[in-house]
């Protein structure tokens, strides 16, 4: 067995490809739920991009024939709903071989079209199958079939009665299921010269030839018709294509030499004849085999059904999307500053004395959680390094041992290295949404918890908050004056790319690049901006304009994660990224861009994405993905395209659910058997964990068991019925809260 090490670079790219392919296959009979005629079009797709080994564009659309664009490197297949697997595998196989070797060249004019495509698909299959050994019982099987179903239209035709180009054609492709006549050596030897083929040069070479050969013998016959004009029974002539004169036919056809005597002279190509018709060779010499093919072909095709649309994800600009740290805390503190002055005396102390109090009180009792979290953190990255590591002899003895040496063959020392561990970072998104006014306090307090742990381990981190409030219009107090809105468009519009609206923005909320006091002012303004929402009998400031919960645009977030992940990752020289985001909902539905034109005017409009029509295409990967009627599946597509893109990074989901919704999250991810597992989770623990969606790991928490206190804290003067039911209930947060961080942390270590 060779080494990995000394295999050439093509047969490591070969198993890559087929690792590809099998793990392609399983995503999409695992994660699809489609009818079998999507899952088939997703199937031939991947096996043309893999034949190709490279990034192929493959598109199904309804379409008559198979077409592939050499310049633009599209693959266009017919909806061949009606094909057998064998015909369908070899009408891809033999497309994906005109993408791989028919060159981005136009051929010569003065060779028809068809001659050289006879050549070429005979050059080209034989090309496929020396490059793939297993493709020639494609082939086979597929032509085999074609000929049983008279795709060539041969039941009631001479095959000897046919030009050379069509029994070439017929003699490469269904030549091991019929006899194919060839008359002369001189014909034979085109057909050799066409098996020979290796490049389109020779294709040329091959093409030419056989187009000369039957356009000489086309002339031939041509010509000796027209002297040798065949008579009717009642000595009229026969002219078909001619008006009717038989006066003057009957009189030429005697033979005499009067006055009344016609002339017939020689036709020429491209030259008219006395009655009118224009004979051109060229046009008669056409290879109807490929022509009748190709009509039956197209019964293959689906006549029902919307032609597929394809989109793409847009690379959006993070300047314009991301709403600065500074920026946003500048923006909170200028608001909280303008309230106090409002106020004659201590206006600080009464707007925010009891909120910062409460914060200064959680940030105590939370440290057991976040010293929990490290040493969990601590002991799991320890035990993973010690399961990596490697012991090995160093060919020193070991003088401890030498007295073992009648029964113990090992007496050398031995050295154990530990491979190095990597550097993590964690990037958090949280929900700024308007259903996550009731609860914003309640996942702050996670987050906070989590922030903490990373300050105590060194590990890098950003928090980000999605909303469509940010560049709302805005009032300035110092001028006392509005500020108009600004929407900036966050990258360039195009038919067919996803909306990502210019509303949207990623508010920069906390960064490990600031310091340790910095971060905690700003927490406090978070802490401040929760407590007003969550409230319900109001607080005695307000909060700015720009910081109003908006939509979900989870969506059009995970979008922007493509730029800001590996942003992140080269600023702080990380190995390992961890993306968590934390929501209470579903996201809005996004849309595409479209090219609307009325009379002289055109722009980019929008339309609605349609359900098992449209797919989402990554051109970086090479795959797609079938958008599905269920909304909450679009969210699972995106994150599935995001781990495809970045293998290395776990996409973590925390969702805050109410009672009443808990069944109804279940039935999205869970079948039978789990759902009964899920809500035996819920009743015990408030939480369960979700593995089957587009996160790695999707963690449903309770909103009222994230809201109670994990303090053990009761009024002087309590019963014994009270202390001990205050006492449950912290040891049941506690536990919550262990076992859904300690999961998570699991998953950084």
């Keep these: 067995m060779v080494p990995n090490h000394q295999r050439s670079r093509s047969d490591q790219l070969k198993s890559v490809t087929w690792v590809v392919l099998w793990a392609t296959f399983c995503r999409i009979m695992d994660s699809y739920e489609r009818n079998p005629m999507t899952i088939k079009h997703e199937i031939k797709?991947?096996?043309?991009?893999?034949?190709?080994?490279?990034?192929?564009?493959?598109?199904?659309?309804?379409?008559?024939?198979?077409?592939?664009?050499v310049h633009t490197r599209v693959l266009t297949l017919p909806q061949w709903d009606n094909a057998s697997n064998n015909v369908y595998d070899l009408l891809v196989g033999h497309e994906v071989g005109h993408a791989l070797f028919t060159p981005d060249e136009d051929p010569p004019k003065e060779i028809p079209h068809s001659f050289i495509n006879i050549v070429e698909d005979a050059r080209i299959e034989k090309l496929m199958k020396r490059k793939y050994l297993g493709l020639g019982k494609t082939f086979f099987r597929g032509y085999k079939e074609l000929h049983e179903e008279d795709f060539f239209c041969l039941k009631n035709e001479d095959i000897s009665k046919m030009n050379l180009a069509d029994r070439a054609n017929l003699w490469f492709k269904i030549g091991n299921y019929t006899q194919i006549p060839i008359e002369s050596s001189e014909e034979m030897e085109i057909i050799d010269l066409i098996s020979d083929t290796e490049t389109f040069a020779d294709v040329l070479v091959a093409a030419e030839a056989l187009y000369k050969f039957c356009k000489e013998k086309k002339e031939k016959e041509k010509i000796s018709d027209v002297h040798m004009t065949p008579q009717s029974e009642g000595g009229?002539?026969?002219?078909?294509?001619?008006?009717?004169?038989?006066?003057v036919q009957s009189e030429t056809t005697e033979g005499s030499s009067g006055e009344g005597?016609?002339?017939?002279?020689?036709?020429?190509?491209?030259?008219n004849n006395k009655q009118g018709v224009e004979v051109d060779y060229d046009d008669e010499l056409k290879v109807t085999t490929a022509e009748?093919?190709?009509?039956?072909?197209?019964?293959?095709?689906?006549?029902?059904?919307?032609?597929?649309?394809?989109?793409?994800?847009?690379?959006?600009?993070?300047?314009?999307?991301?709403?600065?740290?500074?920026?946003?805390?500048?923006?909170?503190?200028?608001?909280?500053?303008?309230?106090?002055?409002?106020?004659?005396?201590?206006?600080?102390?009464?707007?925010?004395?009891?909120?910062?109090?409460?914060?200064?009180?959680?940030?105590?009792?939370?440290?057991?959680?976040?010293?929990?979290?490290?040493?969990?953190?601590?002991?799991?990255?320890?035990?993973?390094?010690?399961?990596?590591?490697?012991?090995?002899?160093?060919?020193?003895?070991?003088?401890?041992?030498?007295?073992?040496?009648?029964?113990?063959?090992?007496?050398?020392?031995?050295?154990?290295?530990?491979?190095?561990g990597k550097n993590h970072g964690l990037v958090f998104v949280l929900d700024w949404s308007g259903s996550m006014s009731n609860v914003l306090t309640d996942t702050c307090k996670q987050l906070f918890n989590l922030i903490w742990f990373c300050n105590k381990t060194g590990i890098p981190f950003d928090v980000y908050a999605f909303t469509n409030e940010w560049n709302r219009e805005t009032f300035d107090y110092d001028k006392n004056e509005f500020i108009a809105a600004e929407f900036p468009s966050h990258y360039e519009k195009k038919e067919n790319l996803l909306c990502v609206s210019e509303k949207f923005t990623m508010m920069n909320m906390l960064t490990s690049k600031t310091s340790t006091k910095e971060l905690e002012r700003q927490m406090i303004n978070i802490w401040r901006i929760a407590q007003y929402y969550s409230r319900s009998w109001g607080t005695p400031y307000s909060i700015a304009e720009q910081l109003g919960l908006s939509g979900t645009p989870l969506n059009e977030a995970l979008v922007t994660l493509h730029q800001i992940i590996p942003q992140f990752q080269s600023e702080n020289k990380l190995q390992k990224v961890h993306c968590l985001v934390l929501t209470d909902g579903e996201a809005n539905p996004?849309?595409?861009?479209?090219?609307?034109?009325?009379?002289?005017?055109?722009?980019?409009?929008?339309?609605?994405?349609?359900?098992?029509?449209?797919y989402?295409?990554?051109?970086?990967?090479?795959?797609?993905?079938?958008?599905?009627?269920?909304?909450?599946?679009?969210?699972?597509?995106?994150?599935?395209?995001?781990?495809?893109?970045?293998?290395?990074?776990?996409?973590?989901?925390?969702?805050?659910?109410?009672?009443?919704?808990?069944?109804?999250?279940?039935?999205?991810?869970s079948d039978s058997l789990t759902h009964q597992k899920h809500i035996q989770s819920w009743k015990k623990l408030r939480s369960f964990c979700i593995k089957n969606s587009g996160y790695d790991a999707y963690f449903a928490l309770s909103?009222?068991?994230?809201?109670?206190?994990?303090?053990?804290?009761?009024?002087?003067?309590?019963?014994?019925?009270?202390?001990?039911?205050?006492?449950?209930?912290?040891?049941?947060?506690?536990?919550?809260?262990?076992?859904?961080?300690g999961e998570f942390i699991s998953l950084v270590a």
Excluded at 236 to 247: I, S
Excluded at 361 to 377: D, H, I, R
Excluded at 709 to 738: Q, R, W, Y
């Design 616 to 669: 989402v295409r990554d051109r970086k990967l090479g795959t797609t993905y079938m958008v599905d009627c269920r909304w909450h599946q679009f969210t699972d597509l995106l994150l599935k395209n995001l781990k495809e893109n970045f293998p290395s990074v776990n996409f973590i989901g925390m969702r805050v659910l109410e009672g009443r919704d808990v069944n109804s999250f279940i039935r999205m991810y």
């Design 45 to 69: 797709s991947q096996l043309a991009k893999l034949l190709a080994t490279e990034d192929l564009v493959v598109e199904h659309r309804p379409v008559e024939t198979a077409q592939f664009n």
């Design 590 to 614: 996004l849309t595409r861009h479209v090219e609307i034109k009325r009379e002289d005017t055109s722009w980019i409009g929008q339309r609605r994405l349609v359900p098992e029509c449209t």
């Design 292 to 420: 009748k093919l190709e009509e039956r072909l197209r019964d293959l095709v689906s006549n029902y059904g919307m032609d597929n649309l394809y989109v793409e994800i847009p690379k959006v600009n993070l300047d314009t999307v991301i709403a600065k740290n500074k920026d946003v805390h500048d923006a909170i503190t200028k608001y909280f500053d303008y309230q106090i002055s409002r106020r004659s005396d201590n206006g600080e102390e009464l707007l925010f004395s009891k909120v910062d109090g409460e914060f200064k009180k959680f940030k105590k009792s939370a440290q057991k959680e976040v010293n929990y979290l490290v040493k969990e953190f601590e002991c799991k990255k320890a035990a993973d390094s010690y399961a990596r590591a490697n012991t090995a002899r160093t060919g020193v003895l070991d003088c401890t041992k030498l007295h073992t040496y009648k029964y113990n063959e090992d007496l050398f020392k031995k050295v154990t290295t530990f491979a190095d």
């Design 703 to 741: 909103s009222s068991a994230l809201s109670q206190d994990s303090e053990f804290d009761v009024d002087e003067g309590a019963t014994k019925a009270k202390i001990k039911s205050a006492f449950i209930k912290s040891l049941k947060t506690k536990k919550l809260n262990k076992k859904v961080l």
């Design 261 to 271: 005597q016609t002339e017939v002279p020689e036709i020429k190509e491209g030259e």
């Design 236 to 247: 009229e002539t026969e002219q078909p294509e001619m008006e009717q004169q038989p006066q």
